[in-house]
């Protein structure tokens, strides 16, 4: 039963039905990111600003977003997704 259940989780990560825990997707891999401010769905291609904090791009829906984080980036920013070393895929 857990290795049918171990299957079934591996299936439903893979459809993007679950998010793994304690793992991050990459996000220069995706089309659309969610601004860290707000929450709402960004696309890379019309986000109006972006910031870079700690070798990770951030994008914004607005300029209000984007000053909110320039006032304190460590509340918004992905500690875990800095960890590792950058690849280019």
């Known amino acids: 039963m857990i290795l049918m259940t171990g299957l079934l989780r591996?299936?439903?990560?893979?459809?993007?039905?679950?998010?793994?825990?304690?793992?991050?997707?990459?996000d220069r891999l995706l089309e659309s990111v969610r601004d860290p401010v707000c929450g709402?769905?960004?696309?890379?291609?019309?986000?109006?600003?972006?910031?870079?904090?700690?070798?990770?791009?951030?994008?914004?829906?607005?300029?209000e977003c984007a000053r909110t984080f320039d006032a304190h980036p460590a509340r918004y920013c992905d500690v875990a997704s800095t960890l590792y070393p950058v690849y280019d895929y």
């Open 10 to 26: 591996s299936a439903l990560l893979s459809l993007g039905v679950l998010a793994a825990s304690g793992c991050t997707v990459n």
């Open 40 to 63: 709402r769905t960004v696309e890379k291609k019309k986000a109006v600003a972006e910031r870079e904090h700690l070798r990770k791009t951030y994008c914004f829906d607005s300029e």
